[in-house]
Structure formats: structure tokens, C-alpha cells
């Protein structure tokens, strides 16, 4: 079988875990989406496709060359619909809050300024951007004096805001790979001292319901790999702050071998 990487970082731990179970039988590559010339290097006839595509890259050049993949006929894991759905964090809100998800409640400001400019928060936010993208604003803002100090740098930036939830200052990260969860803590950037390190996560402790809960997060979505971020909202109750399309997940035992596994099913 013709595996083929959408990344521009094939030896990402992930990846060449993966990759090193698969190619002593099948033959796996890779396609660098910010190469100026990933579209044409990709050949044009549906006989010369991989049997399958894992798209491990979300930039606009990455989802067009795997929406060109889709519509040749070859199936693309997650699929570029899914992954573009992902980096809306307004869609997201949408899509999870309508389906009943324990999401967080999401209002959507078109340039950060015009935040600034309103009347003194009542309680403390949480500003985002928009688009989810490397190095974006993730941000909690007190007060109009941070949303303030927030537009030195941000001014026109479309954003989304969300109420501060207390919680424990702790993300459980927890990540899907074809309906295997796997996890891990992660000290919240938006915690007293920023972020923090990572701690293992023993999934049997988690608060009854939050598995089915995180594996529901996928079918809504139509993801096959993703993360969800989950703070305890009080008393065991889920709070669902982000999703993501393919993250690295990594550090996880089986999730190359779940991953490998994936890959070839969908491409039989």
C-alpha cells in the first residue's frame, strides 16, 4: 500500500513512529504543503494517487492540496472539510453548542478593538482569535485595561470570547485516534504563571461520562485523529475549550500503532 504524509514535518515523533511500523511492508511518503510546487508534484491521474492520505497540516495551501486529493477520488484522513472546520473557532462553537456539546459559550467580535472599546467586563474572558493557527492570541483578559494592552498587538484581529471558567488551572488533553483515546495533563497558558508542564493522564480516573463524551466530539466533528481540551468546570462537570484537527500527540504509547492501523483501513 502507497501511504502518503501531508506535512511539512514527516520526521515529527508521531509521523516517523508511524512510518517505521508501516514501511517494512508498505511504501509511505510524504508531501511538504508550503513547497511551491506541492500541487503540481502530485500527479493529476486518479491511478497514480496514494490509497490514502494523512493530512498532518492545517494552512490554506495544505487544505487545497488536500481538497484536490478528495475530489481525484483518494480518501484523506482527517478530511479537509474537518480540519478547515477546526481552525473556525466560531464554527466550532457553533457546530458543538447545536449538537448538544458541553462547549464553552462562544460570542464572536469582528477586530479586537471594537472589544476594547465596549463597556468594563463584567467578569473575566477569555479572548482567542478567530482562525486557530500557530502563534495566535489565546488570552485572559480581566479587565478593559488588558483588552486594551491586547490591542497593542492585536487591533484588528477577529476574535472570539468566551467567560473564564474556574477550574484547576490543569487542560486534560485528550486525543483520539479511530475511537482510542489517549491523554495527558497540561498546565493551562491561561494559568497563574503560564504554561506548564505536561503530566500523564490515567484515563480510568477520569469523571464517568467524559470517554463517551470525547469519542461523541469525533462523529459530531467527522474527525478519525483529534484532540479535544477539557477543564473540570466543578464537581466532575466537562467543559470542552478547543478541538483540533490531527495534533501530535505525543509521548503516547500504541497511538502509532492505532494510527498506523488507520491508515490501513482507510486505504484498502
Not at 23 to 35: F, I, K, M, Q, Y
Not at 87 to 104: I, S, V, Y
Amino acid at each position: 500500500m502507497r501511504i502518503c504524509l501531508i506535512t511539512p514535518r514527516p520526521d515529527h515523533p508521531l509521523l516517523a513512529a508511524t512510518t517505521a511500523l508501516l514501511t517494512p511492508r508498505h511504501h509511505v511518503e510524504s508531501l511538504d504543503p508550503g513547497a511551491e510546487d506541492c500541487l503540481s508534484r502530485e500527479p493529476a491521474g486518479p491511478g497514480t494517487l496514494a490509497d490514502v492520505y494523512l493530512l498532518k497540516a492545517r494552512t490554506p495551501r495544505a487544505l487545497a492540496l488536500a481538497r484536490s486529493i478528495e475530489e481525484r477520488g483518494a480518501p484523506v484522513l482527517n478530511s479537509a472539510a474537518a480540519t478547515g472546520l477546526c481552525q473556525d473557532r466560531t464554527e466550532m462553537a457553533e457546530l458543538a453548542r447545536r449538537a448538544g456539546l458541553p462547549f464553552a459559550e462562544t460570542r464572536t467580535v469582528a477586530a479586537l478593538r471594537l472589544l476594547a472599546a465596549e463597556a468594563e467586563p463584567t467578569r473575566p474572558l477569555v479572548v482567542k482569535s478567530r482562525h486557530s493557527r500557530r502563534h495566535d492570541l489565546v488570552a485572559r483578559a480581566d479587565d478593559a485595561a488588558r483588552l486594551r494592552a491586547l490591542c497593542a498587538d492585536w487591533p484588528d484581529e477577529p476574535v472570539v470570547v468566551q467567560p473564564f471558567t474556574a477550574n484547576s488551572g490543569w487542560d486534560h488533553k485528550l486525543w483520539v485516534v479511530a475511537g482510542q483515546v489517549f491523554g495527558a495533563l497540561r498546565r493551562s497558558e491561561l494559568a497563574d504563571g503560564g504554561r506548564g508542564p505536561t503530566l500523564p493522564l490515567a484515563l480510568g480516573e477520569l469523571p464517568d461520562g467524559w470517554l463517551d463524551l470525547v469519542r461523541e466530539v469525533g462523529s459530531v466533528f467527522a474527525l478519525d485523529v483529534y484532540g479535544v481540551d477539557v477543564i473540570d468546570a466543578g464537581d466532575g462537570a466537562p467543559l470542552i475549550v478547543d478541538i483540533n484537527a490531527f495534533p501530535g500527540i505525543r509521548g503516547q504509547a500504541g497511538a502509532p500503532e492505532a494510527l498506523a492501523a488507520l491508515a490501513l483501513r482507510a486505504g484498502a
